[in-house]
């Protein structure tokens, strides 16, 4: 071997890929060096979508338009369902906007290594960056649906003496940082199972949609207390109760703001979070031979 090439093998690596990590290895110091890669997904997975549609981003607008006044017409007008005294579609558009968010990122998160296999075969980056990105791609989704929201919600402020926000609105920003990392955490989860398991894929759009009216979307939780208290402890754990619930009670003044609730949510969302990451650690260094 020529001088040269000596030289080149002695070279110092700036990256090494050792296949035997232990399991509570997550390596999140890598995040940051790929920071770059992580905004180039979220900016992919933000255009992609609406690139080759007629309305674009207005799409944004219409879904949590259409919804609430689908779920108006047959909650609040056919069902009778209380809206604790608030305009209906100011309700509904309440908990559809945080809602949105959360299911996104759950759905999203949950396909990220069957959907991004060909990428993942081909080249190495943290596999954490994907789901990551779904969770900042779908913010922006959020911060525009946010601002339709907060149009409607001036608009009965302004002509209505039912709307009563509140202190609570500072922690508005809290909340949406809890319900994006609880459907990371949940996402990520299923994700690393439903690479040796096909069948969840099947049931995670279901599941949500049940999950939804297992939350107070649809109803408020003061109906549950009133009419159904046996079956509240059931939707208390729920961990998406006290977040909309708070979030609800922030800007309209009604619902049920209860610290020892957020609290659980948050603890249970954190115990999800690494448990997540110790999962989807473990899962991504054989995926390939699964997916």
């Known amino acids: 071997m020529n001088n040269k090439g000596f030289e080149e093998d002695n070279e ?3 990256l090494v890929l ?3 990590t232990k399991w509570y ?5 890598e995040l940051f060096r790929f920071k770059d890669l992580l905004l180039l997904f979220v900016r992919r997975d933000f255009v992609s979508i609406y690139k080759q549609t007629i309305l674009g981003p207005l ?3 219409v879904q949590p338009i259409i919804t609430s006044i689908i779920f108006a ?3 609040g007008m056919l069902g009778g369902i209380s809206t604790d005294g608030l305009p209906q579609i100011l309700f509904y558009l309440t908990g559809i906007t945080l809602w949105n968010y959360f299911s996104d990122t ?3 998160t949950s396909d990220t290594f069957t959907a991004n296999a060909s990428i993942f075969g081909k080249v190495y980056f943290p596999r954490l960056i994907v789901p990551l990105s779904v969770v900042l791609s779908n913010l922006v989704k959020f911060g525009i649906q946010f601002l339709l929201f907060l149009a409607v919600w001036l608009y009965y402020i302004i002509t209505t003496d039912k709307v009563h926000p509140n202190s609570t609105i500072l922690l508005i920003p809290f909340l949406i940082l809890l319900m994006g990392f609880l459907g990371l955490a949940m996402g990520i989860i299923i994700s690393s199972i439903t690479t040796k398991y096909r069948d969840l894929k099947f049931l995670v759009s279901f599941g949500v949609q049940l999950l939804m009216y297992a939350s107070p979307i649809v109803f408020p939780l003061s109906l549950v207390t009133e009419k159904y208290p046996q079956y509240k402890i059931f939707i208390i754990a729920n961990p998406i109760t006290s977040i909309i619930e708070a979030f609800k ?5 009604v619902g049920e703001l209860n610290f020892f609730y957020l609290g659980y949510s948050l603890l249970f969302t954190i115990v999800l979070f690494f448990i997540g990451l110790i999962i989807f650690n473990k899962v991504e260094k054989s995926f390939m031979d699964t997916v």
């Open 18 to 20: 050792d296949p035997k």
């Open 59 to 61: 799409w944004f607008f």
């Open 73 to 75: 017409i047959t909650f």
């Open 25 to 29: 290895s997550l390596r999140l110091n």
């Open 249 to 253: 009670y922030a800007f309209l003044g």
């Open 12 to 14: 110092p690596w700036d």
């Open 106 to 108: 759950l759905v999203k």
